[in-house]
């Protein structure tokens, strides 16, 4: 007799909150090391066959080293191995921005051959990913720290990267950052407006000691953002779950307000926390009647899902919308949930992810394999055994993300590490913020 | 160069013949011209219209100059024709979707174009009446026809008769811009110009421009069954309006199997085997769409061309058109402007309320002023977006600060039994008051919705006034008492609620 997945499921529910975060934690680390090509430090973007890699996952995988050589599960030289073949290949990395390069300017192509680093799918050299690389990068530098010749190569390698990146040409001659650049066309303009995941490069392009952007420039994308009052919420709008955990992987936000948030009496770590609620308020109204929305059952975000798409076909009525930054109020909702979202919400609203996170893995268990959660679940479309759909592998980002917001939401370690880098913490301040940690690390002088 | 293709005329029925009878009668002869008018009115669209009739009505001796039909565009081309048609596409929309309001669709939905046209013509000449030679005459206004040239600081001729004037209002709009893309001219394309002269349904259509009429019409077109394609140059429809108006109306697209082409530039058009082909650009992406018929709707120039206005002294610009002062004067001072020929919002209403004001200025001394009226636009889409006040991003550029409360449609019990739950309302009023600053709203009458937030604004009626009015229950408009109560619970302090639950104990 086999075992359903329901019953697989029980053990690990039947866990205390600790083990079970340990269990998913870890089994959000394994993606690194079971995916990435240990010659270059590079890992793709899926688990998916022939996944080029996301420079972005890089960042994350970069990031998770430090937390798997304190939590045991990788020896420090190991980690010290993976991180510098990583940083070693971008160093070494063509930088020429023809089609065929791996980066221009400093930043990288978004997706690359996990073999050769070229870049593949003709994608764009990415400013946003490029930001969640360096994150990674200087999150390494920070964490090893030891005088050995290689952790010290590591920290001249992350220097040299992070110096090596103009932010400022990436605003092209524009008020704001512009969202990509290739070699065939120039600048892209994807007319990004108001507040994203974005405050990360800010930071980064801020606190460049070689190639900054101005104050002006982040003003100039603050001035895009809405202050709304949704469900009896205040909160600074984005509908996508994401939007409200990728920068908050790697900076504090608790008590550090840049003027948008002095304004509002605020600041951006709440205002993730209220954006869990809202999304908890929308899914508990659930408009379009999706199946496993509730109070226990959120998290509309960036992910895959099932497309209606057919390939050839134009002009078909669209219900299903495949990868799509989902979002709430206003969509799009195909009843399409993304578990990592919830479980990254941990640090904002700790008891409603857990809770929310054991009620689907109770009600969806076929959305964990190997420990590790799937991009999505759909349980508005059930297959003939009656389980939800599933998207299939998993996604670097999800992983990645789950990782760091449960170290956060455990001991604060990111967090802790990165207030400590002065990049970032200059970045900040040039964004004007100011208060909590970041007034007593000015005061007391990080490095 | 000529079009290889002609475009439409209009097909000569009962409702065309009854049209021209009312707005341009054929075997009419312009009046005898007085000595002078006190006030002379060029151009006979909403603005003109409106001024010839305000100022007669007032007593003044008034004449109307109009080169082809009375009503202009809006009567003829634009608004009216554009929304009865959308009210069609809007039906068959709802008939294939009849199994959301719990009802069987049509066995064998057929759609009927040339019976969607007709209606189309028929409802335009029906308002022609509203608008005709008969009716203006019983006025008192001399309604001429003809070119209008000016041929002095206060005259014009009209043919060969010469005017004199005291004052004068150039009235004579705007025309659809066909953009300079190589071989659109030879291929042929259509504008809101004719584009309700058609008879027969475009298999194929290919829109270009993601403004209001593009959007418009690109999902009427698709709901009435041709294959669309709206290509945009932009990251998203809508480029003035806020962002989630925008996604929505995209998602919208979407449902409707629009097949939407956004950052997309059309750089070239050719003809083979009888079939229109589109070259696109869209950053290094290439991609030829082949379509039967183009629309276009890339905006608007001004009529000035033809009127001699260096001969008045009266200043313009080729595409923008004439310049006027905040009181909507010309250079010359005897001759004022109204309507899409000057103003920056090229819509009726604000077409009508710059002709009132030119109206007052020119013949009765009066400083009103275009900037202090509150002006809403909307969009006839499905999901309708309609505008006013503010932006949140013109506020933060003006370092006003801003807060919106925002009421999702799906929290509007007359939106849930209705279906039409898409949307929102966000009203945004000034940081720590009540003051409203503007509104956006997104729902299926969003059109009609948006009055209320206008009248509010002219008025000075903030949110906490507005939650005491009681709203008809279930309305959709119901969606703006939600947003005032938001903000009544935002005023309920830790301290005041103490207070009132006091209050209960007592």
């Known amino acids: ?83 510098l073949a990583a ?23 978004h997706f690359l051959d996990i073999h ?64 990509g650049w290739k070699p065939e066309c120039g600048f892209l303009h994807y007319g990004w407006e108001g507040y994203s995941e974005a405050t990360l490069l800010y930071a980064l392009a801020l606190g460049s000691p070689t190639h900054p952007i101005t104050g002006d420039c982040y003003r100039g994308w603050t001035a895009t953002y809405q202050w709304e009052n949704l469900y009896d919420h205040d909160h600074l709008y984005a509908g996508p779950l994401f939007v409200h955990h990728f920068s908050h992987a790697w900076i504090d936000f608790r008590g550090i307000r840049d003027s948008f948030m002095r304004e509002k009496c605020s600041d951006y770590f709440e205002n993730s926390r209220r954006a869990t609620l809202i999304q908890r308020e929308y899914a508990l109204r659930n408009p379009h009647e999706f199946a496993g929305y509730g109070e226990l059952g959120w998290g509309l975000s960036a992910c895959d899902g099932p497309s209606d798409e057919q390939a050839g076909l134009t002009n078909e009525s669209r219900r299903l919308f495949g990868y799509a930054a989902r979002g709430v109020p206003y969509g799009p909702d195909d009843g399409t949930l993304s578990p990592s979202s919830v479980l990254a919400s941990l640090p904002f609203t700790p008891e409603l992810a857990l809770q929310s996170m054991r009620s689907m893995l109770q009600r969806y268990p076929e959305m964990l394999a190997d420990d590790r959660l799937s991009s999505s679940l759909n349980p508005s479309l059930k297959d003939a055994a009656g389980r939800a759909w599933v998207s299939a592998g998993h996604y670097g980002l999800d992983q990645g993300i789950v990782l760091m917001m449960i170290e956060n939401h455990r001991n604060g370690r990111i967090w802790q590490l990165m207030r400590g880098c002065r990049y970032l913490s200059d970045g900040l301040r040039g964004a004007g913020f100011d208060g909590g940690w970041l007034r007593q690390a000015a005061l007391q002088g990080v490095r | 160069m000529p079009p290889l293709e002609l475009p439409p005329t209009t097909p000569q ?13 054929i075997d009419r002869s312009n009046p005898h011209p007085a000595d002078s008018y006190q006030l002379l009115v060029v151009g006979a669209g909403p603005a003109g219209l409106a001024a010839a009739e305000v100022a007669a009505t007032a007593g003044a001796r008034v004449a109307l100059v109009e080169r082809h039909l009375l009503g202009g565009t809006c009567l003829n081309t634009g608004c009216l024709p554009s929304k009865t048609l959308i009210r069609t596409s809007r039906l068959y929309a709802d008939m294939r979707d009849a199994r959301r309001y719990g009802a069987h669709p049509p066995g064998d939905l057929q759609v009927d174009f040339a019976a969607a046209m007709a209606r189309v013509r028929r409802i335009r000449g029906h308002l022609g009446g509203e608008d005709s030679v008969r009716r203006l005459s019983a006025m008192g206004i001399d309604v001429f026809f003809g070119r209008a040239r000016f041929s002095g600081a206060d005259t014009l001729t009209v043919n060969d008769t010469t005017l004199r004037f005291g004052k004068a209002i150039i009235a004579t709009g705007a025309r659809p811009h066909v953009p300079a893309i190589p071989g659109l001219r030879e291929a042929g394309c259509l504008t809101s110009a004719n584009i309700f002269n058609l008879t027969e349904l475009p298999r194929r259509l290919l829109v270009i421009g993601g403004g209001p009429l593009g959007c418009e019409l690109a999902q009427a077109f698709c709901r009435l069954g041709a294959r669309t394609t709206i290509v945009q140059d932009l990251p998203l429809f809508l480029p003035r309006e806020e962002r989630d108006a925008a996604q929505i109306l995209s998602d919208a697209f979407a449902r409707d199997g629009i097949e939407v082409r956004l950052n997309t530039h059309v750089v070239a058009v050719r003809v083979e085997h009888g079939e229109k082909l589109v070259d696109l650009v869209s950053a290094d992406y290439h991609s030829t769409v082949a379509v039967d018929t183009i629309l276009t709707g890339v905006g608007r120039l001004a009529n000035v061309e033809g009127l001699t206005l260096e001969a008045a002294g009266v200043d313009y610009a080729t595409g923008s058109g004439i310049r006027v002062d905040e009181y909507l004067c010309t250079s010359n001072p005897r001759i004022y402007a109204a309507g899409d020929v000057c103003v920056e919002y090229r819509y009726t209403d604000v077409a009508v309320a710059s002709a009132r004001i030119a109206v007052q200025n020119a013949l009765f001394r009066g400083r009103q002023r275009l900037a202090d009226r ?23 550029q003006q370092g006003i600060p801003i807060k919106t409360f925002t009421v999702p449609m799906h929290e509007v019990d007359r939106a849930v039994t209705d279906s039409e739950d898409a949307g929102f309302v966000k009203i945004h009023v000034r940081e720590g008051t009540d003051r409203i600053l503007g509104a956006t709203i997104v729902a299926r009458h969003a059109g009609d919705m948006i009055n209320e937030i206008t009248l509010a604004l002219m008025a000075g009626i903030g949110l906490r006034k507005l939650a005491q009015v009681i709203h008809a229950y279930p309305t959709q408009a119901e969606a703006i008492r939600q947003a005032a109560h938001a903000y009544h619970r935002t005023r309920l302090t830790p301290r005041l609620r103490a207070r009132l639950h006091r209050g209960l104990d007592d």
Not at chain 1, 16 to 32: H, K, M, S
Not at chain 1, 142 to 159: K, N, P, Q, S
Not at chain 2, 13 to 25: K, N, Q
Request: aromatic share 10%; charged share 20%; glycine share 6%.
């Open chain 1, 87 to 109: 940083l070693r290949f971008f160093r070494d990395s063509d930088q020429s921005g023809t089609p065929t390069a791996t980066g221009f300017k400093g930043f990288y192509f």
């Open chain 1, 116 to 179: 050769s680093g070229a870049r593949v799918w003709q994608s764009e050299l990415s400013m946003i990913d490029t930001a969640l690389l360096i994150a990674g990068v200087l999150t390494a530098a920070r964490y090893f720290d030891a005088a050995t010749a290689d952790e010290v190569e590591l920290r001249e390698l992350a220097d040299f990267l992070y110096r090596r990146v103009d932010w400022c040409w990436s605003q092209g001659g524009c008020e704001t950052i512009r969202q």
């Open chain 1, 1 to 83: 007799m086999t075992l359903s997945a329901a019953d697989a499921m029980s053990p690990l529910l039947s866990l205390p909150d600790d083990v079970l975060l340990d269990r998913l934690q870890r089994g959000a680390f394994d993606y690194f090391t079971h995916n990435a090509n240990t010659a270059n430090g590079l890992v793709p973007d899926t688990s998916r066959e022939n996944s080029p890699v996301s420079i972005a996952v890089v960042g994350f995988a970069l990031s998770a080293y430090p937390v798997a050589v304190e939590r045991g599960w990788m020896s420090r030289v190991d980690a010290v191995q993976r991180s």
């Open chain 2, 13 to 25: 029925d009962a409702s065309e013949s009854d049209r021209l009878a009312e707005v341009h009668p």
């Open chain 2, 374 to 396: 509150v002006i809403p636009w909307c969009t006839y889409t499905d999901p309708e977006i309609a505008h006013v006040g503010l932006y949140v991003r013109e506020a933060n």
